[in-house]
């Protein structure tokens, strides 16, 4: 269900694997429950979330105070959250930014629009792996229910196997939440957990790329 990355005395850093829900779901152990079982500690709290198919990087507090000031962090979009994803279709731009309000549609999916009364700010490179297989580099600035994969969806390159928003059947949903950085008690911290789940993931033309620079150094597109 998870792979643990670092301790430290305020927090856990965990890789949460695809598949796996936040609470039980159908008879099947939630996360929460299999941390506290496999980390031996019942003082947890989780401080931000993954979509049940989306795998990588959690921070999940071990005190109440810690946990009320990650989620302030969090909220303040002062934690700045990496993704990646691929698809099997090119967007009509290689970088850019997806600014959207977004609303539910039906069979539990969203839909992005063109109004922007409060919307889903979410920007983004795309980089060619190889034929038929686009890698994103996503960096969503707020934190909307779906958000990258409606982000995906409207880009014209749903996320491989990604089957709620038009994606290509896969062995899994091809998101993955690959880097974080924030600071804590006045302390810069970066983590980067590669993927390590998923057939697709495994180009090795994927692993040169993740070898360049560091998500936070990039210059973001800013339209």
């Avoid at 779906?146 to 949903?173: C, E, F, N, W």
Wanted: hydrophobic share 40%; aromatic share 8%.
């Amino acid at each position: 269900m998870f792979d643990l990355l670092h301790t430290d005395p305020r927090f856990y850093v965990i890789a949460k694997h695809p598949g796996v829900s936040f609470h039980a779901d159908g008879g099947e152990a939630g996360l929460m429950s299999a941390l506290r079982a496999g980390l031996g500690d019942d003082a947890l709290w989780p401080v931000h979330r993954l979509d049940r198919v989306t795998s990588g990087l959690l921070l999940i507090a071990r005190s109440q105070q810690v946990a009320a000031n990650l989620g302030a962090a969090f909220a303040g979009r002062e934690v700045e959250k990496y993704y990646l994803a691929l698809s099997d279709a090119k967007p009509a731009k290689k970088q850019g930014l997806i600014r959207g309000d977004m609303e539910k549609g039906r069979g539990g999916a969203w839909k992005l629009c063109q109004s922007q009364l409060n919307p889903a700010v979410t920007q983004f490179f795309s980089h060619s792996l190889a034929p038929g297989r686009r890698l994103f580099l996503l960096r969503p600035r707020t934190g909307k229910t779906h958000q990258l994969r409606v982000a995906m969806k409207s880009l014209g390159a749903p996320i491989l196997g990604d089957a709620l928003y038009g994606g290509s059947a896969a062995d899994r949903t091809y998101l993955h939440a690959y880097a974080l950085a924030l600071t804590l008690d006045g302390e810069a911290l970066h983590f980067v957990c590669p993927p390590a789940q998923g057939s697709e993931f495994a180009l090795p033309a994927l692993a040169d790329y993740l070898q360049q620079q560091p998500p936070w150094t990039l210059p973001w597109p800013q339209r």
